[in-house]
């Protein structure tokens, strides 16, 4: 059974615990000097930030609040990244993770354009780039451990489990207190369904969560699109996969 996560945005208490345990246990860089203002709380995902809070001035009934939003993959159950990859570089997992390969990957970006979500990121920075992302720790999971940004979060403002067992969470939670909660599970259809879900008392469209996604699954679509693509561009796909065969060779004699 695939895994899930449910964040119940009304517990999260922007406290970014999330974001430096993902950071320290991804050995990302804790301030990306590439991107202006990252030192404290990157505005947007980067290639050094899988996972980001988002704070969201709100006023409800004339009172001014906050809300915190945690930002990060996704995790589509049927990904549109990797149906929009031609060398199989992004994968879909038994476990529910959207995994990345670097080195089948030729840097061609096609994930980039695909993701609905505005997620994989680009390495620009660097000689030998790769597409960076949320993991979803797909290699704690696999030793029984818990996400590293779930299990630091103070609050329990994520629960993980079985993707059948978080759905019926976030609906007995919007049945129990509907007062409480806007009736909307985000990420139940969104793009045929995700396996990060997430319930708030706040409409998402206020708290800058993505408009106009279809509730269909959106591989079909992107071969659809890339079908249409000029036989040139095959010709800069089997060229930047002779670059990549190069960089990755190089990249294994190194180590070697």
């Known amino acids: 059974m695939a895994k899930s996560v449910l964040v119940d945005l009304t517990r999260c208490i922007g406290c970014r615990g999330c974001q430096v345990a993902c950071k320290e ?28 809070i988002k704070f969201v001035e709100t006023a409800e009934k004339g009172k001014v609040g906050w809300s915190f939003i945690k930002n990060q993959c996704m995790h589509c159950r049927e990904p549109a990244c990797a149906s929009a990859c031609p060398v199989g570089a992004l994968t879909k997992t038994a476990q529910g ?7 089948r990957c030729i840097g061609c970006r096609y994930c980039m354009v695909a993701c609905p979500f505005d997620i994989p990121k680009y390495e620009w920075e660097k000689t030998s780039p790769a597409v960076q992302k949320c993991t979803f720790c797909a ?13 630091t979060c103070p609050t329990e403002a994520m629960y993980f489990d079985d993707y059948d067992k978080i759905v019926a969470e976030a609906k007995m939670r919007l049945d129990k207190e509907p007062d409480k ?71 294994n004699e190194e180590v070697n």
Do not use: Q
């Not at 050995?27 to 980067?46: C, H, I, M, V, Y």
């Not at 139940?188 to 699954?217: Q, R, V």
């Not at 959106?218 to 002779?242: C, H, N, Q, R």
């Open 139 to 151: 290699e704690r999971i696999s030793d029984g451990m818990l996400p590293a940004c779930i299990k």
């Open 181 to 251: 909660y806007v009736k909307h599970v985000y990420g139940l259809d969104e793009a045929g369904g995700t396996n990060w879900l997430y319930i708030s008392d706040m409409p998402f469209n206020t708290l800058g969560f993505k408009k106009g996604i279809p509730n269909e699954s959106l591989p079909d679509y992107t071969w659809s699109v890339l079908s249409s693509i000029p036989e040139k561009v095959v010709g800069i796909v089997a060229f930047l996969g002779a670059v990549a065969y190069f960089r990755n060779r190089g990249s």
């Open 97 to 103: 993770a959207v995994s990345y390969d670097f080195d």
């Open 25 to 52: 246990w991804n050995e990302r860089d804790a301030g990306n000097t590439t991107f202006k203002g990252d030192f404290t709380n990157p505005a947007k995902l980067n290639s050094d930030t899988y996972t980001n």
